[in-house]
């Protein structure tokens, strides 16, 4: 079982930056591949980011690419996204979520365990 608790979200204006942060309880962290999703009001739930456990393979989403930066510190069981020059359009919830397997994927159901959200909310 893991547990993953999101923290960092907030309201900020167009342009301002977030780092959010996602701390996983259990002792598989180190070999879970780790993916950050978002969804916005009335619509899916969509992919963002993902990193495998040794931070080789990262993706984004192609709206992300430039601006966020997904990272991992498996010392502290935590991974991170850095949001820079944020748009109204990234408003949304985003959720922390964990793989049981090493393949850094970008569809909500390869991913098993989920937080359960942090609001990031952009004004314009």
């Known amino acids: 079982q893991v547990e993953l608790v999101e923290s960092g979200g907030g309201l900020v204006q167009a342009g301002d930056s977030l780092t959010l942060s996602c701390v996983a309880s259990?002792?598989?962290?180190?070999?879970?591949?780790m993916g950050w999703f978002r969804q916005a009001p009335g619509k899916e739930r969509e992919f963002v980011a993902t990193?495998?456990?040794?931070?080789?393979?990262?993706y984004y989403t192609e709206s992300a690419k430039g601006r966020f930066t997904i990272s991992r510190d498996n010392a502290k069981n935590t991974v991170y996204l850095r949001m820079n020059s944020l748009k109204p359009e990234d408003t949304a919830v985003y959720f922390c979520?964990?793989?049981?397997?090493?393949?850094?994927?970008?569809?909500?159901?390869?991913?098993?365990?989920w937080g359960q959200g942090t609001q990031v909310t952009v004004s314009s």
């Open positions: 259990g002792r598989t962290f180190s070999r879970n591949a």
């Open positions: 979520a964990a793989r049981m397997g090493v393949g850094a994927r970008s569809t909500p159901g390869e991913y098993v365990y």
């Open positions: 990193i495998s456990p040794s931070s080789v393979n990262i």
